[in-house]
């Protein structure tokens, strides 16, 4: 992102907006999408309030919606975390978003509009862009943008809908399991290679290709949880504040 957690809230507040409960959402949600906040996190209501400047209500209301969307676990008189899927519920995401993605992918093979392609093919050059510099976070942006707008213009908007939610998912499952050490995720081929088909309207290739790439993603993964220490205003924030640091045990 091209600016900082407090110049956005500079720009809210100056604009008369409050922080709301969705901003959190949202702050919170591109942290995980980004694999800068980990499975496993604890993110206390005390914790989240100091760093946005809001009272617990409303940091409850945002922990609702996120435990919602199946961003954060919530269990009665515990601090909520950042979802922790099973190596089971890792295997059975990637299994049922090869299947919705691969017949998306297909639906849209030829039947893509210009615009739609070219807002593909700008995204994956700026995908290979950030990850030419070592811009991981872009390059996650960049990549989730590209399953995003197909999910988007999927013509079944069930399958679209179901996409969505699959992608968040998934997005949490390589943030959990990535090798240790391994620094991206980053496949050259798979993004230019599903553009080329849905240039070419060849539905079979496009699927495959969707097969191929998820597949390809889940062999990067280890499935064994890794012990980690999270400094949340870090991630959510920066420079001097409330600095907490927050472990996964």
Not at 204 to 213: G, K, L, Q, Y
Request: hydrophobic share 45%; aromatic share 2%; glycine share 6%.
């Amino acid at each position: 992102m091209s600016t900082t957690w407090q110049d956005e809230i500079a720009a809210e507040t100056r604009a008369g907006a409050r922080i709301s409960d969705r901003f959190i959402v949202d702050k919170v949600r591109a942290a995980v999408l980004t694999q800068r906040l980990p499975p496993g996190t604890r993110l206390p209501e005390v914790a989240l309030g100091e760093i946005f400047g809001v009272s617990r209500s409303v940091v409850r209301k945002a922990l609702t919606r996120l435990a919602a969307d199946h961003v954060v676990s919530q269990q009665p008189n515990q601090v909520a975390r950042v979802r922790a899927p099973s190596i089971e519920e890792t295997r059975e995401t990637f299994a049922a978003r090869r299947l919705v993605e691969g017949e998306v992918a297909a639906l849209l093979a030829g039947g893509s509009t210009p615009t739609l392609l070219e807002e593909i093919a700008l995204l994956v050059e700026r995908e290979a862009e950030a990850h030419a510099r070592g811009d991981e976070p872009a390059r996650i942006e960049h990549s989730l943008d590209i399953h995003h707008l197909l999910a988007e213009h999927s013509p079944n908007r069930v399958l679209g809908a179901m996409l969505t939610d699959l992608i968040l998912r998934t997005s949490i499952v390589i943030a959990l399991y990535k090798r240790a050490g391994l620094a991206s995720c980053y496949l050259a081929e798979d993004h230019p290679a599903l553009l080329a088909h849905l240039r070419s309207g060849d539905a079979e290739a496009a699927r495959h290709s969707i097969h191929e790439h998820l597949q390809a993603l889940e062999g990067l993964l280890d499935l064994s949880i890794r012990e980690t220490r999270i400094d949340l205003m870090a991630i959510l924030g920066q420079g001097e504040g409330v600095r907490m640091s927050l472990s996964r045990g």
